[in-house]
């Protein structure tokens, strides 16, 4: 069956990184665009950026651009966020999610708080 | 950047009766590219619905999606009672964007 489990998530300081992770299994990983999406305490879903199968082609939303780097290793079926100059309005449970007519499987999600 | 806005904010049912959500692109989404998702508190989103109308696997069909171009409707034929939850719409083209939600609480 299709797992999907972040990790990395946690208290940062603004203006402080950190990098999530998401172990992919059930599926062939290397054949699915992947994505991160997230949601503020309290508030709607938010796409953060996806990466295409083969990492050749990435995208960001705006709110993110230049300061978050989605990758992937499909040899160990994992993708990766690197979040760098965090701000407060970052805080949110960030989701990573198998993209297929939608996004069709999802993690449980992991909380990035941003505050000092 | 593609705007969906949803309606209405809240829609407050009865088990058994039906509803209908309503999501409004500020542009055309392009060859029906419009997901519907439910999600429960503290649980990740669920995806219910992909090309506008297809119900994803394992989704009963008491749910049914609809439209085109800008205007796309969710349909719950007969609210059962776990089917009181958010509902987000999204479209996801080659930069994908979510509504706002919409709630469908128990009246």
């Known amino acids: 069956q299709v797992q999907l489990v972040e990790s990395g998530g946690g208290l940062v300081k603004p203006g402080g990184s950190l990098r999530l992770s998401c172990a992919a299994s059930?599926?062939?990983?290397?054949?699915?665009?992947m994505s991160w999406i997230r949601q503020a305490p309290g508030k709607g879903l938010e796409w953060v950026s996806y990466?295409?199968?083969?990492?050749?082609?990435?995208n960001y939303a705006d709110s993110v651009k230049g300061r978050f780097t989605i990758s992937r290793d499909n040899a160990k079926n994992s993708l990766y966020l690197q979040m760098n100059s965090l701000r407060a309005e970052d805080t949110a449970v960030y989701y990573c999610?198998?993209?297929?007519?939608?996004?069709?499987?999802w993690g449980q999600g992991t909380l990035v708080t941003v505050s000092s | 950047e593609i705007v969906l806005t949803q309606s209405p904010g809240t829609l407050s049912l009865s088990p058994g009766e039906r509803a209908t959500l309503s999501c409004r692109a500020s542009?055309?989404?392009?060859?029906?590219?419009l997901a519907w998702y439910q999600q429960k508190p503290g649980q990740a989103p669920r995806l219910l619905i992909y090309?506008?109308?297809s119900r994803a696997t394992g989704i009963p069909d008491r749910f049914s999606g609809s439209g085109s171009g800008t205007d796309f409707t969710l349909t719950i034929s007969r609210l059962e009672p776990e089917d009181f939850a958010v509902y987000y719409c999204?479209?996801?083209?080659?930069?994908?964007?979510f509504g706002q939600g919409t709630k469908v609480e128990i009246k």
């Open positions: 999204q479209q996801y083209g080659s930069s994908p964007t």
């Open positions: 059930g599926f062939t990983f290397s054949d699915y665009y």
């Open positions: 542009q055309s989404v392009s060859s029906s590219y």
């Open positions: 090309g506008a109308s």
């Open positions: 990466i295409s199968s083969s990492s050749s082609y990435t």
């Open positions: 999610a198998r993209d297929s007519n939608g996004a069709d499987y």
